[in-house]
Every structure is written in C-alpha cells, then in structure tokens.
C-alpha cells in the first residue's frame, strides 16, 4: 500500500479490493515460497527467510517474480499503478539488498 500512489490507495480502501488473481501456478505447501517465515510475515514476503543461512536460497542469481496476475485486471490505470507500486517495493526491499536477486517486467500496460 505504501507504494501505491494515494488516488490507488483509496480506490482499495473503498473499493474492497484484496487482491489481484491468482496465476494458477501452484505453489506446494512445503516449498519454501509457501511456508510462512519465523518472523510470521507472509509467504515470499521475508527476504530474511530465504538467505543462505536459512538454506532456502543457495544460488548464484534468480529472478523473483510475483504469483499474481495484476496485468488482467479490467482497470488499466490501477492496474499501472499497482504494478509500478508492486516494482518499486521489491527493488527497495529485494533487489537491492541481495545482489543474486533480479526482476522481470511485469504487467501490460
């Protein structure tokens, strides 16, 4: 929410809005994307969670891609703005804290 501008955040508080289809990929429970990390966040959301000392993430580089698929959702404005908000959260909390860690482009605009 924080990344969203403030005409999108209050588009989400009123319009209830929760969140962005599924993809359809399925994600089994023991993997470690699925498994909710020690501190409690969310699946896939604690970059802590997935260091080498945890043993989650032993690789020279990987591209991390979010399991929503905000690019068909009907509101091509809000659909923008989710997904710049989307970009810019995971460069400030995940690309730039972890050199191995890269992003793809995501949404049609």
Known sequence: MPYLP?????YVRESGFKQCPPLGIE??????AARASPS???????LAFFK????????E???VNPLY???????????RGLCSAHNDYMIENWYEKD????????CRL
């Open 6 to 10: 403030e005409v999108w955040q209050i």
């Open 52 to 59: 080498p000392a945890s043993r989650l993430l032993e690789i």
């Open 27 to 32: 994600v089994k429970p023991n993997a470690p």
């Open 69 to 79: 698929a905000a690019d068909y959702l009907p509101n091509v404005r809000f659909r």
């Open 61 to 63: 580089r990987a591209i």
């Open 99 to 106: 050199e191995r860690l890269y992003g793809s482009f995501w």
């Open 40 to 46: 409690g966040r969310l699946p896939g959301s604690d």
